[in-house]
């Protein structure tokens, strides 16, 4: 079988044979021609897709030699097929596959590190460098070399070289293949074996740029893109920044000092307002206790919600148990009805047995500590008539 793409990795269309037609184990169809230009899956780079025909490709593979072409459904014809590969994939995968060679061959030559990783993803491609740390400097030194190399619009060629001859090449890796070894070149800059589709010159690659990197294991994992993929990246960023501007009212360069502003502000607001939230609260607590009624020397504040935080309610039934000889039956009406009870340390109630008791009133289950109950049932409407059982039962039980 004539692999196309290895000589002209621009062909889009081209006309072949079928020469077998086999059956997955899964019931797909697979398809082998007597030439091809679909890249088949490997080394790190995706397959190509396209049409074959009446065909539609998803996948391509190699096995035992054999390229085989996964369609879904039966070719009607076989002899002088129409084919097509989706170029604008294949195209992108040229500029990330050739993007890594560029990359790679950067951070080996400043920093003689190997690439011992490589993922091509649908959205970034990353490379592992077996190197403890990368510094922004660093990065950014072998992101401006690399892209010095795209400007440089250099030919990208390739070499089949004989066993013998292949000492003569210096090359970045060694072949994992014994037979037929490709080595690409990047003119005067990288040799590296490799069986994937590049473009021919270096400035179709278009601008490499360097997203992020962490540390991996014992490397260092980059996360790049290239040509398209990073002018969409650059696109989003730019209208990110342009949005950011305009609500900050502030110059793009400066967007990040004044959120910084505004974050340091934040947090101290919050702490302030808590701080006040806490005081209103106290304040509040004592106004309900002193209002609450007296019940044989205990006083008990009985009180409905709505629109409040339950975490405030909580926080105002602590605060009434401050008090002396205190019972606090807080409720909240919002999407369901939610209560808290507390007492202060001096009185002997059980809580948690006076929750458990009327909770079914608001369909709740569960029950609670012997100073502090809290929970909540989806029944809004019986609220009330919960506080008013707890409170009967407390009057009429624990108090009398
Ligand atoms: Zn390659």
Redesign the pocket.
């Known amino acids: 079988m004539e692999k196309l793409y290895e000589n002209d990795s621009y062909i889009k269309n081209f006309k072949a044979n079928i020469v077998d037609v086999k059956s997955d184990e899964d019931g797909s169809v697979l398809l082998v021609l007597d030439r091809t230009i679909f890249y088949p899956e490997g080394?790190g780079q995706p397959s190509d897709t396209g049409i074959i025909g009446n065909c539609r490709i998803s996948h391509v593979f190699k096995k035992d030699k054999v390229i085989y072409h996964r369609a879904d459904k039966k070719p009607d014809t076989l002899n002088d097929v129409d084919c097509r590969i989706d170029w604008e994939r294949r195209f992108d995968f040229m500029q990330q596959?050739?993007g890594q060679?560029i990359l790679s061959a950067a951070f080996g030559n400043l920093y003689g590190c190997n690439t011992i990783g490589f993922h091509l993803g649908e959205k970034y491609v990353t490379i592992d460098i077996d190197i403890q740390s990368l510094s922004e400097d660093d990065a950014k030194r072998a992101e401006n070399v690399s892209n010095d190399i795209v400007f440089q619009n250099l030919p990208v060629t390739c070499h089949y070289p004989s066993k013998d001859e292949l000492s003569k090449y210096k090359l970045r890796k060694q072949p994992t293949v014994e037979d037929n070894i490709r080595i690409?070149e990047i003119e005067g800059f990288d040799f590296?074996p490799?069986g994937?589709t590049?473009p021919s010159r270096t400035g179709d690659v278009g601008l490499i740029k360097i997203r992020k990197w962490e540390k991996y294991k014992n490397s260092v994992r980059v996360e790049f893109v290239c040509g398209n993929r990073a002018l969409k990246d650059y696109q989003w960023k730019n209208d990110f920044i342009n949005k950011a501007s305009n609500i900050l009212s502030s110059k793009d360069e400066d967007v990040l000092e004044n959120i910084s502003k505004m974050s340091i502000e934040l947090c101290s607001l919050k702490k302030e307002t808590k701080s006040l939230k806490d005081t209103v609260l106290s304040y509040e607590s004592s106004d309900l206790y002193s209002k609450g009624e007296d019940v044989g020397g205990v006083r008990i504040v009985k009180k409905l919600f709505e629109d409040k935080d339950f975490k405030d309610i909580i926080s105002l039934s602590g605060k009434i148990a401050n008090h002396d000889n205190a019972v606090a039956l807080l409720g909240l009406k919002s999407d369901s009805a939610r209560m808290v009870f507390s007492r202060s340390h001096d009185i002997n109630i059980n809580i948690g047995e006076l929750f458990k008791e009327v909770l079914p009133i608001i369909g709740g289950k569960g029950g609670g500590g012997k100073f502090s109950a809290q929970g909540g049932g989806p029944d809004v409407s019986n609220l009330e008539s919960a506080l008013d059982a707890a409170y009967v039962i407390l009057k009429n039980r624990y108090l009398k």
Request: glycine share 22%.
């Open positions: 080394g596959h050739c060679h690409v590296c490799c994937g590049h």
